[in-house]
């Protein structure tokens, strides 16, 4: 690409692209509630809660309604006694289920010291595959 090409296609942005992304999906907590719906089937409030470590009930509250408003999940009220809400992943948050596997992929090589107890390096296949079969599993029980 010629430095004129770059320059013309800049001068249409509004934005960064990259940038852009890092604003949807950059807040705290925000990328661990998508890697738990797409890899552990987590639809609950309470689940949510319970397997995102450090994360409090509001700051959860809070990043569900961001991810609701970016279209990222839909948030579904079932009239049950007590009243049940569950969150589904749509199209355009499960578009990141790539980019998420690659970040993990790249820490469970080159960073394995800091993800793995034994500092051995992992592929995706080996700790995710793992990973669905056990949650079918468990789903089944």
Known sequence: MTP???KMISEQMRCCPID???KIVGKK???HILRNMMFLNQTRFIQFLESVEGINPKTLSVRLREMEKN???KRKVYPDTPVRVEYTITEKGEALKPI???MAAFSMKYCSHEVFKDGKPRTVEQVFGKLEKAVKITSRN
């Open 71 to 73: 279209h990222l999940i």
């Open 29 to 31: 907590f925000t990328i």
């Open 4 to 6: 004129q090409e770059l």
């Open 100 to 102: 998420i596997t690659q």
């Open 20 to 22: 852009n992304t890092f």
